[in-house]
């Protein structure tokens, strides 16, 4: 059972203490590390998941750890993570880092990395409103949606008659 973790990377820290008493997956093999208690307090879905108390199933563990599979890969994963554990935010660099963390915020029910990434959108609306807004709708961000499309339209307004935007 445990030789499975022989075959994956360990995450960076603080994915990689030996006191965490779970590991999450990611879909390229990259174990993570955690602790349940973080997850429980961090997801309604992970606290739902643990809540079931399913049997143990030895032939899926590292190190004696249960191991839960996920489809994100290591990198989404571990933006996330950060944005539940006591270290600092992520950098995300870009509004397609920032689309797969917060698709996995979102099916993992993670309420305030939500929130910070809804507040990392809320940056885009300036300079690029329109992504903004796709962007926005996309993810049901209804307040986002409604500060780009206002940007939008004062942009707009500022170029209309000059040919440079068209709608």
């Not at 990377?9 to 990259?30: I, M």
């Not at 029910?109 to 809804?118: D, F, G, H, K, N």
Request: glycine letters at 2%; proline letters at 5%; charged letters at 25%.
């Amino acid at each position: 059972p445990d030789a499975a973790a022989h075959n994956n990377q360990v995450a960076s820290s603080p994915f990689n203490k030996a006191g965490a008493d779970v590991v999450l997956r990611a879909c390229n093999k990259v174990a993570f590390y955690v602790y349940k208690a973080v997850l429980l307090l961090a997801s309604d879905f992970f606290e739902d998941m643990f809540s079931l108390n399913q049997p143990p199933d030895d032939s899926d563990t590292i190190d004696g750890r249960p191991v839960i599979e996920v489809s994100e890969n290591s990198d989404t994963l571990d933006m996330l993570l950060r944005l539940c554990y006591p270290v600092d935010d992520p950098n995300i660099s870009s509004l397609a880092e920032l689309d797969t963390v917060l698709s996995a915020a979102i099916k993992y029910e993670m309420r305030e990395a939500i929130q910070i990434l809804s507040r990392t959108l809320q940056t885009y609306v300036q300079e690029k409103p329109r992504e903004a807004y796709a962007f926005a709708c996309r993810h049901m961000l209804e307040t986002e949606a409604s500060m780009a499309a206002k940007r939008w339209k004062e942009l707009v307004r500022a170029t209309e008659g000059s040919g440079d935007f068209a709608l």
